[in-house]
C-alpha cells in the first residue's frame, strides 16, 4: 500500500486538476462513499456533439479518491458522453491501480461512479459490482 | 495513578491468540481499534467451542441433560453479567449489540412515553446509534429533539443544563464518546434529569468495557452495552432496565420463549428478562460474553481503567513533538477526562490514508467518522484516525503507532 | 426414494465432535431434537475459531488487513446463503433468528401496509414466532386475524381457500410445522394468494433445514429462518425479501452501517441488505452460518431430504407395533408429507416424563407445546413428545428411541 | 429419573387426591409453567380460626407436577392459613425430591407455587427461587 503514494499521486492529490465548480454544467452528480463520508462532485459541460467540453470535479477525501477523480477529469476532457457512461474501472486501475488494497478500492473508484452518474444521468452502482 | 504493570499486560497477551500471529507482511500485529471491536482472549473462545462440542441443545424448554447444562450455563452468564454491572439479573435483557438495546426503548418505551409535547434530549456527540432511533421516534412521535452542545475540544457543555432539561422526558446520553473517549460526568446530569423528570438511557458502549459501572449508584433507567467491545462475541450485547419500567412496558419483539400462554386471539407474555428475549436467544454468544465478563473481573475494572489512563498519557507525551509537524490530537488531551481512544489528524494526509500507511506496519487504526458524521461535520473535521486502547496494548503498541506517524510523513513528504 | 446411506451418515457423523462424547450416565447421545436446534460440525466450529483468532476485526469501515478479511468473509458468507435459497445477496439480511426475521417485516412493512380493513391470514399451526407478531400487528392497526384451518392430523384445510383469502393483505404460514412436520404446499398457496392481492411471508425456520428451498422459484414475498437450526450457530438467522418490497420499505432498527449520511436532524439510509442491519452485525456467527451452508450443500440438500424420509418411515415402522400398548403418533405418518418430525404421545405418560426416562437413555426429544400452544389446545393435547431427525441420524438412533418408550412403558408399569 | 418413578408417585398422579374444585371456596388460584404448558388450580376453603379446612386440586401435566399437587393437598388439611403461606421448597423435596433432575424442579414445585398464591392472595415466586 505505502507503493501506491507516488509523486505523481501525491501530486494529483495536493494539486488537483480541474478542481472546482462549472458554470453552466449540462450535467451534474454527487455522492459519497457512505463507509468513509468521503465525497466527489463532478460537473460537465457536454456540447450539441455530445462530446465532452469542460469538465470539474470537487470534493473531499482521501489522496486515493481524489487523486483518481482528477486524473479522470483529465482523460475524459473531448470524450464522448455515451463512452463516458460506458467507462470500467480498468481506467481507474490503470491510473492508480499498483498497490491498492482491495479495502481502499471504493475510495479509487468512487469518482468514476460519479463521473458516470453524471453522464447516465442516475446514481450508478459501485463500478467494481459490475 | 497505578503505575503501568507492563508483565501483567506481557500475561495478557499470551490470553488472545490473534495478537501471537504475525500480519501477512510479517509485522506484529498493533491492534489500535478495540473502540470498534475488541479481541478475544482464549477462553471466551473455548466457551464457545466447550457449548458447541459438549452440550448445545436448545434452552428453558428442555428436559434432557445438555439442554439443561445449556439453560444453566445461558442463565449463570446473564447473572454474571448482571453482577459486573450491579444489577438484577431480571432486569438484564440479551440484545444483539448496543443498538438494538437502544432501539428496544426507543420502540417498546418511547412509541408508548413520547408524545408530540415532549423533548428528547441528547449530545452533539453521539454515535449514529443513540442519535438516528432518537430521529425516528421524534419523526413518529412529533418530539422534539434537542441537543447538548460540545465545546472546541469535543467536550459537553453543561453550563446551561437547567435550561436544556425543561420538558424533556428522555434524556439519551452516551457513557463515552468513541471518537474522542470523553467520559460523560453522568453523576452530575443523571441528577438533574431526574429532577427534572426525564427518564435518562446511557449509551455504555464505550462504558462498560473501560470503567468500572454500577447500574445503581449511577441510578440510571436504561443503559445499553455490547459484548463484542468488551473481550465478548459479536451478536451479543445487554440493555440494562429498571425493573418497574420494563414491568410496565409493552414486549418489542414477539415470538417463542417471551410467551406466558398463547391462544389463537390473544397472548399474555412472560415475566422479565424473557419478555423482551423473543426466539431462540444467542445462546452461546452470551455464555461467551459471561466467560469475557470473567476475565475482565479477574483483572479488575480499575485495573483495566488505569492501563488505559497511563497509555493514554505515554501516547500524548510521545505524539507531543509531532504537533509541530503537523500532528493534529483532538479531545481534551486529559487521560482524567478520557478513556483510551485517541483521535488525531496528521497534516494533510487524510486519515484514510493514514490508516493504510499505518496498515503496511501492522498497526490497525480506525480512520472516517466513526459513526459521529455530524459531530465530524461541526467541528469541521473530514475524517480523524483513531487509536484506541485496551487491556492487551503496552508502550510498544504506542511506539509502534509513533514509528507509523513517521514513515507517513516519509511517504507524504512532509 | 434413495436408500439410506448408513456409510455416508457413519461419515457424517464423525464430523459432529458432540456426538463423540458420551452423557454423563455413559450412554451415547441419541440426538433427536435438531427441530429445536441442531448440532454442529467441526467446520462451523473451526470457522469461528479461526476467525476469532485470526482475523477478528469491525467490518466495513476497516482499512486495514484483518478489518478487510472479515468484511469479505462476512459478505461471502451473504453470498453463500444467498445461493443456497437462490437469492441475490443484496436481498438477504441478517437478523438474529427467524423470529427477529419475521418481526422485521411486521414493524417495517406491516405497520406501513395493514390498515384496518386488512385481514392477515395465517394457519392454526403456527409456531409463537409467526403468530404473536401478526396478533400485535392486528392490535395495533386493528387488522383481522384470520386462521386456515387444520384437520385431526394437523394438515392444513385448504378447500376453503379462496373464501379464506378474501380481502387477505398479508398471508403468513410456516414452510414446514414444527409440531408435525407437515409441509405446507406452497405451489399451491402461493400463487392464489399472490392472485388475491396478498402478500406473502413464509416462516421457513423449518424449511431451508430440510428441504431444497429456493425463493424465486417458489415466489414467496418475505421468507425467514434461522441458522441455529441448520448446523449453523445460534445468534444468526435471515430475512429474505423481494427487492423492490426491501427497498420500499423503511428501516427497523436504526444505528451504526445502516446510514448513508446524518445530520442531527436527518438521516438517509443505506443501500440493501445493510439498510436493514443496524449495529455491529453478528459478525462470527454470520460467517459460522456461511460455513454451515457449505457443509449442507456438500451433503446436497435432496439428499438431505432422502434421508429424513428414509429414516421417518423407518421410525414409523418401528412405532407401528406399540400402538396397540398406547402409542399416539400424531400428523399424516407419511414421509411425503413430512419433514424429519415426529409428535407422539404413549399411553398416560405425560411427554415430560417421557422425555425425562429417555433422557436416562441418552435419548434426546422436546416435550411440551413446541410453542404452538394453540395447535395443542385445539387438537386436545396436553403436550406432546417430538423426535426430530438431521443429517446425523441413524437407524441405530430410531432404535434407541424405541428401546427407550419400552423403558417407559416398564417405569410406569403400563 | 427412572428412580423417581415410584409407586407412589405414580399412584398419586393416577389416583390424584382430593382432586376437583371446591364449591365455596375462600381461596383460589391458578398458574401454569410457560415452559411446558402445566397447569394447576388449587381451591381452599379456610374457617374463621384461619385454618384450612378442605382443598382441592385441578390441572393437567406430568406425573412430577400432579403427583407433588396431590401430596401437598394432603398435607396442608388442617394447616394455618399463615404458615401455608410460608411455606418453602423443602416440603416439596421431602414429597417427591428423590432423583428429581434439575430440570423437573418447576416440575415439582409448581402445586406449591399456586398453593402459596393462594394463601399469599397473589401470584408468588418460584419458591426455588426464594
Ligand atoms: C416453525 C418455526 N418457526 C419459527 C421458529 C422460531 O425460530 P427461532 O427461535 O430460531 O427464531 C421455530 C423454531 O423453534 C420454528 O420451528
Ligand atoms: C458510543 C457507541 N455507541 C453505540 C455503539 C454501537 O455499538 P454496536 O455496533 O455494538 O451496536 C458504539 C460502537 O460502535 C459506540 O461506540
Known amino acids: 500500500m505505502d507503493d501506491f503514494y507516488r509523486d505523481f499521486i501525491l501530486d494529483h492529490y495536493r494539486n ?112 467494481d459490482e459490475e | 495513578m497505578i503505575s503501568l504493570d507492563e508483565r501483567k499486560v506481557e500475561r495478557i497477551i499470551t490470553d488472545f491468540p490473534i495478537l501471537a500471529k504475525p500480519t501477512s507482511r510479517g509485522k506484529r500485529l498493533v491492534y489500535l481499534d478495540s473502540a470498534a471491536t475488541s479481541q478475544k482472549p482464549q477462553s471466551v473462545i473455548d466457551a464457545l467451542v466447550t457449548y458447541y462440542s459438549e452440550y448445545n441443545a ?35 435483557i440479551w440484545t444483539r449489540n448496543a443498538t438494538e438495546a437502544i432501539n428496544l426503548v426507543g420502540y417498546s418505551w418511547g412509541l408508548n412515553n413520547i408524545r408530540r409535547s415532549d423533548v428528547i434530549l441528547t449530545s452533539q456527540l453521539e454515535h449514529h446509534s443513540n442519535l438516528v432511533p432518537w430521529q425516528l421516534l421524534a419523526e413518529k412521535t412529533g418530539a422534539t ?163 488505559e489512563q497511563e497509555l493514554l498519557g505515554y501516547a500524548l507525551d510521545r505524539l507531543a513533538p509531532l504537533e509541530r509537524r503537523g500532528l493534529a490530537v483532538y479531545g481534551p488531551k486529559d487521560p482524567q477526562l478520557v478513556s483510551g481512544v485517541l483521535s488525531f489528524n496528521f497534516a494533510d494526509i487524510h486519515a484514510h490514508d493514514l490508516a493504510s500507511i499505518l496498515d503496511t506496519e501492522g498497526v490497525c487504526v480506525r480512520a472516517g467518522h466513526h459513526c459521529t458524521m455530524p459531530l465530524m461535520e461541526k467541528m469541521g473535521w473530514p475524517a480523524t484516525a483513531r487509536a484506541s486502547f485496551y487491556v492487551y496494548n503496552t508502550r510498544a503498541d504506542v511506539d509502534a503507532l509513533v514509528d507509523g506517524l513517521e514513515k507517513a510523513a516519509q511517504v507524504f513528504k512532509l
Chains 1, 4 share one sequence.
Open chain 2, 145 to 307: 429533539l434537542r441537543f447538548i452542545p460540545v465545546d472546541s475540544r469535543g467536550v459537553l457543555q453543561l453550563d446551561d443544563l437547567d435550561a436544556l432539561l425543561e420538558g424533556v422526558k428522555l434524556l439519551a446520553i452516551s457513557h463515552v464518546s468513541n471518537t474522542l473517549g470523553t467520559i460523560t460526568p453522568l453523576e452530575l446530569i443523571v441528577p438533574k434529569a431526574h429532577a427534572a423528570g426525564a427518564t435518562v438511557l446511557v449509551d455504555g458502549a464505550q462504558g462498560v468495557p473501560h470503567l468500572p459501572v454500577d447500574v445503581k449508584a449511577l441510578d440510571v433507567d436504561f443503559y445499553a452495552f455490547s459484548g463484542h467491545k468488551m473481550l465478548g462475541p459479536t451478536g451479543i450485547g445487554v440493555l440494562y432496565g429498571k425493573r418497574a419500567l420494563l414491568e410496565a412496558m409493552p414486549p418489542f419483539l414477539a415470538g417463542g420463549d417471551m410467551i406466558r400462554k398463547v391462544e389463537y386471539e390473544h397472548t399474555s407474555f412472560n415475566d422479565l428478562p424473557w419478555k423482551f428475549e423473543a426466539g431462540t436467544s444467542n445462546i452461546a454468544d452470551a455464555i461467551g460474553l459471561g466467560a469475557a465478563v470473567e476475565y475482565l473481573e479477574s483483572l479488575g475494572m480499575d485495573w483495566v481503567r488505569a492501563h
Open chain 1, 16 to 127: 488537483p486538476r480541474n478542481f472546482g465548480t462549472l458554470e453552466g454544467a449540462t450535467a451534474t452528480a454527487e455522492d459519497l462513499n457512505p463507509l468513509c463520508g468521503d465525497t466527489i462532485r463532478m460537473d460537465l459541460r457536454v456540447n450539441d456533439g455530445g462530446i465532452v467540453e469542460e469538465v470539474r470535479f470537487s470534493g473531499k477525501g482521501c489522496a486515493i479518491s481524489q487523486a483518481s477523480a482528477s486524473m479522470l477529469t483529465e482523460e475524459v476532457k473531448g470524450m464522448k458522453l455515451e463512452d463516458v457512461a460506458k467507462l470500467g474501472k480498468d481506467i481507474v486501475l490503470e491510473n492508480v491501480g499498483i498497490g491498492i488494497s482491495p479495502t481502499r478500492m471504493k475510495c479509487a473508484t468512487l469518482g468514476l461512479r460519479v463521473l458516470k452518474s453524471a453522464a447516465i444521468g442516475e446514481i450508478a452502482g459501485w463500478p
Open chain 2, 58 to 92: 436448545n434452552i428453558h424448554r428442555g428436559v434432557y441433560e445438555i439442554a439443561a447444562r445449556a439453560t444453566d450455563a445461558f442463565e449463570a452468564a446473564r447473572e454474571t453479567v448482571a453482577r459486573f454491572v450491579n444489577a438484577d439479573s431480571r432486569e438484564v
